[in-house]
């Protein structure tokens, strides 16, 4: 008998907008009832004209369990200017560096490892592509991610100060995995 996986991460379909919003709407709604603040609300970021975009460029991912989809992500190699002056291990060929942004999972399955599995998924993608290393940035708050970030492997470079439109200028850790 043939093995089958439960989960399956691939890149979102048009199709695949409404499910895409929902997730983040539950996940920002539950955020928002926590000491984590992320400073997400669907109306600004990520807003569904940043879901569209990424759903067009294929740069988002989705973890599907059956017709659901339970995780989703934006995959890409695009930085804020501050990750420049990060003193990464790997500083580049920078189209050779992923970055994760706007990483969600459905309420009911945060914790229960569905996060990692979906990370695990993505590095196995990045690798593929030719990537050599994923950099990443966690608001201060959300303890929860990067726990999770270090689990898989990802090492704390630094913490610096960063301005995104919405939240500000906040403390963000700057993440890094060398593939």
Same mark, same amino acid.
Request: charged share 30%; with cysteine.
């Given at each position: 008998?043939?093995? +089958?996986?439960?989960?399956? &991460?691939?890149? /979102?379909?048009?199709?695949?907008?409404?499910?895409?919003?929902?997730?983040?709407?539950?996940?920002?709604?539950?955020?928002?009832?926590?000491?984590? +603040?992320? @400073?997400?609300?669907?109306?600004?970021? %990520? =807003?569904?004209? #940043?879901? *569209?975009?990424?759903? &067009? =460029?294929?740069?988002?991912?989705?973890?599907? !369990?059956?017709?659901?989809?339970?995780? /989703? @992500?934006?995959? =890409?190699?695009?930085? =804020? %200017?501050?990750? !420049?002056?990060?003193?990464?291990?790997?500083?580049? %060929?920078?189209?050779?560096?992923? &970055?994760?942004? /706007? $990483?969600?999972?459905? %309420? *009911?399955?945060? @914790?229960? @490892?569905?996060? +990692?599995? #979906?990370?695990?998924?993505? *590095?196995?993608?990045?690798?593929?592509?030719?990537?050599?290393?994923?950099? $990443?940035?966690?608001?201060?708050?959300?303890?929860?991610?990067?726990?999770?970030?270090?689990? !898989?492997?990802?090492?704390?470079?630094?913490?610096? +100060?960063?301005?995104?439109?919405?939240?500000?200028?906040?403390? #963000?850790?700057?993440?890094?995995?060398?593939?």
């Amino acid at each position: 008998m043939e093995w +089958k996986r439960k989960y399956m &991460t691939e890149l /979102a379909k048009a199709e695949d907008r409404d499910k895409i919003i929902r997730l983040y709407e539950s996940a920002i709604e539950k955020v928002n009832t926590t000491s984590v +603040k992320l @400073g997400w609300n669907i109306n600004s970021y %990520p =807003n569904e004209s #940043f879901i *569209d975009s990424a759903i &067009t =460029n294929n740069e988002m991912y989705v973890l599907r !369990d059956g017709e659901d989809i339970i995780a /989703a @992500g934006v995959v =890409n190699h695009r930085v =804020n %200017p501050e990750y !420049d002056d990060v003193d990464w291990e790997v500083k580049g %060929p920078k189209e050779r560096i992923a &970055t994760i942004h /706007a $990483l969600a999972v459905v %309420p *009911d399955k945060q @914790g229960s @490892g569905v996060g +990692k599995l #979906f990370l695990k998924d993505i *590095d196995d993608i990045c690798k593929r592509n030719g990537d050599v290393a994923i950099h $990443l940035d966690v608001i201060d708050t959300n303890i929860p991610a990067y726990k999770m970030y270090i689990g !898989d492997g990802y090492n704390e470079v630094s913490c610096i +100060k960063m301005y995104y439109e919405v939240v500000g200028t906040r403390d #963000f850790w700057m993440m890094e995995k060398v593939l």
